[in-house]
């Protein structure tokens, strides 16, 4: 049986990393998520930044930085809220259609 776990850019198979090669669309989309989108994920599902950052395994201060935009979100940062609430890329851009169109009124 394979067993792998995903680790930053790559996975390791056994205990050999293998990293993962993104095409510039790929780098482009996990560059995407804002610091809006973080806290708009976080009020939709109605969680304090202590709950969200206990579900997504992150401190609550960098969760505060994200949001604020004070800090960058990392590809690492960005897998892990999409991965514990089972979020997809396709799922972010419409938050984000979503949220333009009701500060605008339609």
Not at 36 to 65: C, N, P, Y
Request: hydrophobic share 35%; glycine share 6%; proline share 1%.
């Amino acid at each position: 049986q394979m067993k792998s776990c995903l680790f930053g850019r790559g996975f390791f198979i056994f205990s050999q990393y293998v990293p993962i090669k993104y095409t510039n669309t790929q780098r482009k989309e996990l560059a995407e998520m804002t610091a809006k989108q973080i806290r708009l994920i976080r009020r939709l599902h109605e969680m304090t930044r202590t709950q969200f950052a206990d579900r997504v395994g992150l401190s609550v201060s960098l969760i505060k930085k994200l949001e604020r935009g004070e800090r960058n979100i990392t590809e690492r940062s960005r897998r892990m809220i999409m991965q514990a609430f089972g979020l997809t890329t396709a799922q972010l851009e419409k938050l984000n259609e979503l949220k333009e169109m009701i500060e605008n009124g339609g």
